[in-house]
């Protein structure tokens, strides 16, 4: 199934299962490697702000082909593993889409210079 924007997905979050993409953070290109039961393997996480009458949340999920999938990309069914790199990528993408709100910029920020 194709993840784009206006698609309908049904992940299950405060009774509710029926939600609207209405952005897509995705990496510009999936993460390729070869695993040595796997073999060839395409990893593409995405970040996806989802929207229904609960309001708007952030879904972290995956897809991912290899050589029993024939290549064809699958739901990956549970939470994404990403490296710093994979998510620093989909959280500037998000961001540059407005996906996130100021509020949580200045959240993220303040924490950020805490940092020692």
Avoid: C
């Avoid at 995405?46 to 050589?67: D, H, R």
């Amino acid at each position: 199934m194709a993840i784009d924007v206006g698609s309908t997905v049904h992940p299950w979050y405060k009774g509710i299962h029926e939600w609207k993409v209405k952005k897509v953070s995705r990496l510009k290109k999936p993460v390729n490697y070869v695993d040595p039961k796997q073999e060839k393997v395409e990893y593409d996480p995405k970040i996806l702000l989802l929207e229904s009458l609960a309001g708007k949340v952030l879904w972290f999920n995956y897809w991912m082909s290899t050589n029993k999938t024939k290549g064809k990309m699958k739901y990956g069914g549970g939470p994404p593993m990403l490296e710093e790199s994979v998510l620093l990528e989909l959280l500037q993408s998000a961001i540059r889409q407005n996906m996130v709100s100021k509020q949580f910029l200045k959240y993220l920020k303040a924490e950020i210079e805490k940092k020692p």
